[in-house]
């Protein structure tokens, strides 16, 4: 619990326990963060890369091998991730990228539907 003052009156303010509040859960956060960006710079990447470039069938495989490693999430996690997926496709300006930001949480089988 931190206590801080706020108009001369001292009030109570308690962390909600989903934010991080150590500087090693900051840091664990920071990492989980990049290593988020990037699976999904990868995948984009996979999808966004010609027939010449790689094989069809190679990169199917890929994406479905990392789907199958996402299956390990929680559901708390899933949401974070996709939240995130959504939140760099709205931050990206190439229209074909956005697209393929937006079509990944089905491509990784991170939704319901």
């Known amino acids: 619990m931190v206590t801080f003052s706020d108009f001369g009156e001292a009030r109570r303010f308690v962390a909600p326990r989903s934010l991080p509040v ?12 990049t290593l988020m960006r990037a699976l999904i710079d990868l995948a984009v990447s996979i999808e966004l890369t010609s027939d010449d470039e790689i094989d069809s069938a190679t990169a199917t495989s890929l994406l479905d091998d990392l789907a199958t490693t996402l299956e390990d999430l929680t559901d708390d996690e899933r949401d974070d991730l996709v939240d995130f997926i959504e939140e760099l496709a709205e931050l990206t300006k190439d229209a074909e990228r956005k697209e393929v930001l937006l079509d990944l949480p089905d491509t990784l089988a991170l939704t319901d539907d």
């Open 22 to 33: 150590t500087l090693r859960e900051v840091y664990a956060a920071r990492v989980n963060r």
